[in-house]
């Protein structure tokens, strides 16, 4: 499922409103990520610094971007937390083919990833930006959604983009940074980890514990919310291509 636009999708405008630009992450080998964990568990302290080298650009991203702009000045502390986390549970990360079930295991860096949002969740609760657990605990899909100011109406119309436009990508990239701002945190985790770091919505149920049913639909109200925020520009969506 994509958030539509008639013009560059989620992650590239997200990538537009990094300034200075974060170094663009690389994309890992899955299998490669567990041998080198496996030989870290062993005691191989070198394929823990492959591991970091190899995710700690996408992890930091990830970590800022859940967070948002007002606890912004807490993303390293999560962020070395979560590497910390990796180490004391390097043993309990067991890479094979397929859970019991038949199901695909997750990735190390889905995993790594599910340490991430569990610590910054964390983080955000003790800010106390956030009134209840539940919160954290709902979807919140029937309250009706209001955004910060109103809809973003910077659009051009279709056909007359400004291609070349740095300055109003950045911006409509800063506005996309703001919308996600305004969801709640279960619905933020779910659409970035979908959209900025092209996890299905299969791994994403199988790393958070979640239902696939309730992945899907804290992507659908992320989506309902984020069209709302950033404007008429943006198609409904479809959620026949979710993964």
Known sequence: MELRFPFPVPHALLRMADCPPMIEPQRTD??????????????????????????????????????????????????????????????????????????????????????????????LRRSGREVSNTAFESDDGDASFVPEGEPWLDWPAPGAAPAEDQLFWRRAGERLLGCLDQLPPPQRVVFLMHHDEDCTLDDIARALELGFETAKSRLRYAMS????????????????GAR
């Open 30 to 123: 899955a299998d490669e990520d567990a041998r080198l964990m496996a030989a870290f568990a062993r005691g191989d302290a070198r394929a823990f610094d492959r591991l970091y080298e190899r995710h700690q650009a996408a992890l930091y991203r990830f970590v800022r971007r859940l967070l948002g702009r007002a606890l912004a000045a807490q993303a390293d502390e999560v962020f070395q937390d979560t590497w910390l986390r990796v180490v004391q549970a390097r043993d309990r990360f067991v890479a094979r083919p397929q859970d019991a079930d038949g199901a695909r295991a997750a990735s190390f860096r889905t995993w790594l990833f599910t340490l991430a949002q569990n610590r910054a969740i964390d983080q």
């Open 225 to 240: 919310k984020l069209r709302t925020c950033m404007g008429a520009y943006l198609a409904p969506d479809n959620l026949r």
